[in-house]
């Protein structure tokens, strides 16, 4: 946690002579000691690596006070190479009367915004005036630094976009910075970075990381990327509304729980912009909102949330069953509840692949709303996700095209966002008509549309490409183990008999429980559960009753 008084604005006086430097500094802390930190440096090389260490962690500097002749680097020299970090910081040379022609030109070559010459007793008069008017003025400017985590990158950059989306799910304040811009420049100066390598990531300790993956983003701003034991009551595998469901419930009622997510809580139901129907909530809340809540209901009573591992696989080990992460290590518990849900089936069309993440995102990228000012945005799915955010996008957006491909909006999407959307006017439905092609240079700047019931083909200008477009479970980390249907869903419970029989390799004498899968004490919730209602009320209902059928298996 940064210290009250590292948020200080400083001060930092420069000067090789230890004597001046140290008389510098003495007056400084006098008079302005309560309100900033005063810091020296006998060198302009050790001053600039504080001051870069402060820029990264977006800790303010109000004013510099350079000696003018330093062996090695002048104070000229230094002001200059610390505008380039702090340009908003007031500059300040020392000079002896011999150098004020020195000084002069300074005022053209840096800015400066004044000379002192020195001595400059009594500071009553020749110091304390001139650094009141200065630090008035700094204070009075809008720009000041930012303390938390930044990431800088390219507009275009796959990665950067699944970066600022990863922070942004997991409710972790950040700020975007362009890389060919100037304050992205001078961040990635502050940190050594190659502007090549974006995005790069700052945290609020200043810490720099270069292409991070997901891991290593969680590990270096506080998610906790691995269990406290090697044991637990239940496993929870997926962090949407099924899965913090039965992690809220599961730890409620004493039993040791453990959720693992491989991205971020809250599942597609996290992405959306506006849940309007969930119980409770009349005024509607947003995905994040609803999953940060249940995140920080299950850790109240006592439930792990464990991020960034991806779970890819199943074993029954005896009265364990334990579940393997991508990374090669392993977790066990006497039940599992598979509460994965399901991802956006990907879009066949031509261009569509060389884009995603260019221009053509799957879901809400809610990152990228502010992006879309003044722009027309297209949106393909008819389900209530494309709704939610053709409505969200439309506050910004100049036209939200809206791709469908059936005849209307009834046979998929809710009534309430069927109303909301005809009272939307830059909001338009394209009905039979799907993408048929996508295309650009570094990134998606055209799209083709066919209506499907005329054959017409059609181009449009298209930076922005949203995907809805149904849905897909991923579950073959259960082959071999767990019984699915044709499409990849878990059965459960009645689907697993077959005329009243139980299914084959099933020991115990009673069938399955209702949300039982065919592996004893391994349990389903949500949308991956075959012919589950796709909606968060059922899904965080699941949850709930799949802990209590936990309950009886123990028992």
């Keep these: 946690m940064t210290s009250p008084a590292a948020t200080k604005p400083a001060i930092l006086s420069v000067d090789d002579d230890p004597g001046v430097s140290r008389a510098v500094v003495r007056d400084l802390r006098r008079r302005y000691g309560a309100e900033y930190r005063i810091l020296r440096a006998e ?51 020392l000079t002896a009367y011999a150098d004020t022609s020195a000084a002069i030109d300074a005022i053209n070559v840096v800015d400066l915004d004044h000379y002192l010459l020195k001595p400059w007793d009594p500071p009553e008069e020749k110091l304390y005036p001139v650094l009141d008017g200065l630090l008035e003025a700094w204070r009075s400017s809008e720009q000041r630094p930012v303390t938390e985590t930044k990431v800088v990158g390219n507009r275009w950059s796959p990665r950067s976009s699944e970066v600022r989306e990863f922070l942004a799910r997991n409710q972790l304040p950040y700020r975007w910075y362009l890389a060919d811009e100037p304050e992205g420049a001078r961040l990635l100066e502050a940190a050594g970075a190659d502007p090549e390598r974006c995005p790069v990531v700052i945290t609020e300790a200043g810490r720099t990381l270069v292409q991070p993956s997901d891991g290593e983003l969680a590990q270096s701003v506080g998610l906790s990327t691995n269990p406290t034991g090697d044991f637990y009551d239940l496993i929870v595998v997926g962090g949407g509304p099924a899965g913090l469901g039965a992690a809220v419930y599961g730890a409620s009622e004493g039993l040791r729980t453990v959720l693992v997510e491989r991205t971020a809580t809250g599942g597609q139901a996290g992405q959306s912009s506006r849940i309007e129907n969930y119980l409770g909530f009349p005024d509607g809340v947003s995905g994040s909102q609803l999953a940060d809540r249940a995140r920080r209901q299950a850790a109240k009573f006592g439930a792990e949330v464990i991020t960034t591992r991806e779970v890819v696989g199943l074993e029954v080990n005896g009265s364990a069953r334990t579940v393997r992460f991508a990374d090669g ?40 709303a502010s992006e879309c000012s003044d722009h027309d945005v297209y949106i393909v799915g008819g389900a209530n996700s494309a709704g939610q955010a053709a409505v969200f996008l439309s506050r910004n957006a100049r036209t939200v095209h809206l791709v469908i491909r059936a005849d209307s909006l009834e046979k998929s999407m809710s009534h309430y966002l069927i109303q909301q959307i005809g009272q939307i006017s830059n909001i338009k439905v394209h009905t039979r008509t799907e993408v048929i092609s996508a295309d650009g240079d570094d990134h998606l ?21 949203f995907l809805f477009i149904g849905a897909a479970p991923q579950t073959d980390w259960l082959d071999g183990v767990i019984k699915r249907d044709q499409a990849g869903y878990v ?35 949500g949308d991956v559960h075959a012919d589950s209602a796709k909606r968060v009320a059922s899904a965080v209902g699941e949850g709930a009753m799949a802990v209590m059928l936990v309950h009886r298996y123990l028992a």
């Design 329 to 368: 290590g392993q977790l066990c518990a006497h039940t599992v509840i598979i509460a994965t849900g399901v991802d956006y089936r990907r879009h066949t069309a031509p261009g569509v692949d060389d884009f995603t993440g260019r221009g053509v995102y799957y879901g809400s990228a809610m990152t990228e």
């Design 445 to 465: 700047q055209q799209i083709v549309l066919r209506n499907n019931e005329t054959g017409a083909e059609e181009k449009a200008v298209a930076e922005r490409l």
């Design 491 to 525: 059965l459960a419970g009645p689907d697993l008999l077959v005329d009243g029989a139980k299914p084959a390799g099933w020991e115990l004498p009673r069938p399955p429980h209702h949300l039982e899968t065919s592996v004893p004490g391994v349990f389903v919730a």
């Design 43 to 93: 060198s302009g090389a050790t001053a600039l690596d504080a001051l870069r260490e402060m820029k990264l962690r977006g800790q303010p500097v109000a004013v510099l006070i350079a000696d003018y002749r330093m062996p090695g680097m002048d104070g000229i020299e230094f002001l200059e190479q610390a505008m380039d970090l702090h340009p908003y910081a007031r500059r300040v040379l």
